[in-house]
């Protein structure tokens, strides 16, 4: 009996370090699917961590033009850190591309940029919870300050993160 409770406590504590270290790595992919409203954290192809977002005004279809309020869809590298934001802390998400500009080059538009995963609104009124609910970024990804702090934490520069319809 004393060897079976050695063993299932042993096997209890290498599942436990095991789901821990899965939480610490850090992420080799984040994926936005706009349709649910999530971002997930991906390391070695397993979700770590998955949030609810908040968008821009029309999340549907991918960012055509600067101001349209949509965020962008397509396959990109979240490229730089701003520990200053307007909006609490920010991870630069490198659009527009190439294929970006040329769509907007041949609308005669300008496509925009300056699109990221970034904290709360301190101008709100409302809980930061409350903020979640509605879509209200200019074609950003908004997520609370506390888990502004979990992505920035486990998010490297120079991760990809593809952003889904």
């Known amino acids: 009996m004393k060897i079976f409770l050695t063993t299932m406590c042993f096997l209890f504590l290498?599942?436990?370090f095991?789901?821990?270290?899965?939480?610490?790595?850090k992420a080799d992919l984040v994926i936005?699917?706009?349709?649910?409203?999530?971002l997930e954290l991906i390391k070695k192809g397993k979700v770590i961590k998955s949030y609810h977002i908040a968008m821009g005004d029309y999340p549907k279809n991918h960012k055509i033009k600067e101001g349209d309020e949509r965020t962008p869809q397509g396959r990109y590298i979240l490229d730089y850190k701003k520990s200053d934001s307007d909006f609490y802390r920010a991870i630069h998400i490198s659009y527009p591309n190439d294929a970006?500009?040329?769509a907007a080059n041949a609308l005669n538009v300008s496509p925009g940029g300056q699109i990221m995963i970034h904290g709360q609104s301190p101008n709100s009124t409302i809980s930061p919870r409350e903020q979640q609910r509605y879509n209200w970024?200019?074609?950003c990804i908004a997520?609370?300050?506390?888990?502004?702090?979990?992505?920035w934490q486990l998010v490297d520069t120079g991760t990809p993160i593809e952003l889904w319809p």
Request: no cysteine.
């Open 14 to 16: 290498v599942t436990s």
């Open 18 to 25: 095991s789901s821990l270290a899965d939480v610490l790595a």
């Open 32 to 38: 936005v699917y706009k349709s649910k409203a999530t």
């Open 100 to 102: 970006d500009i040329l």
């Open 137 to 139: 970024t200019n074609g």
């Open 143 to 151: 997520v609370t300050n506390s888990e502004m702090d979990e992505i």
